[in-house]
């Protein structure tokens, strides 16, 4: 029944990332075309390739720093495993979120420490909805605190801060979520190959 469940997750995770995608992908076109459509999703206009690239770059050196940071803390081996299937929610999560967090949880023109403040405040509670401290259980809601977890979070949030900061840098004028989608996606796919490499990527579910 467990199992059940959680492929009913991953493949709503992975439908409703699909909707926004396209609904995200049709605004751009629009916005391309000089439309303004009403109801557009945030961000959904053109930026730099540079822009896309140095997001991509920052995301997948965090990842890296990571990694190299659970070996040096011996805490690697704690990874939790997890299936090829789950591939696809990790994508569909990173559209979900980008469009969510860096889409409409930031306070904009307003000024500086009120920009600062949304992406400090707002990366807290991204990284803070991340199962790293806390899971549920038959029992409900328990806080498993340690060392991993810990590590864990605080990553979340420094990647979190990262995908703000391509989206209001001067590289992405426009202020378009590209970049941070791609960065987001860039990371969820290293950490999947690094799990691979590891040997946390089951091949069935």
């Known amino acids: 029944m467990k199992i059940i469940s959680e492929l009913f997750g991953i493949l709503a995770v992975m439908g409703a990332g699909g909707y926004l995608a396209n609904a995200w992908v049709a605004d751009y076109r629009a916005s391309e075309e000089e439309k303004s459509p009403k109801g557009a999703l945030p961000g959904a206009v053109s930026c730099s390739y540079l822009s896309v690239w140095v997001g991509i770059v920052g995301a997948v050196a965090l990842v890296g720093l990571e990694t190299a940071g659970e070996y040096v803390l011996d805490i690697h081996h704690e990874q939790q495993a997890i299936s090829v299937l789950f591939l696809g929610a990790m ?9 969510i967090f860096r889409g409409y949880l930031l306070i904009q023109n307003r000024g500086w420490a009120a920009l600062i403040g949304s992406i400090v405040g707002f990366s807290l509670l991204f990284a803070l909805l991340h199962p790293f401290l806390w899971e549920w259980t038959d029992s409900g809601f328990t806080l ?61 579910y």
Do not use: D
């Not at 979070?153 to 202020?175: E, G």
């Open 91 to 99: 994508l569909g999560a990173a559209v979900i979120e980008e469009i």
């Open 144 to 204: 498993t605190l340690g060392m991993m977890g810990a590590f864990s979070t605080v990553f979340v949030f420094v990647k979190s801060v990262w995908f703000y900061v391509v989206r209001v840098f001067p590289l992405n004028p426009q202020r378009s979520l590209l970049p941070c989608i791609a960065a987001h996606v860039a990371a969820n796919l290293a950490v999947f190959v690094i799990k691979a490499v590891q040997g946390h990527v089951t091949s069935l």
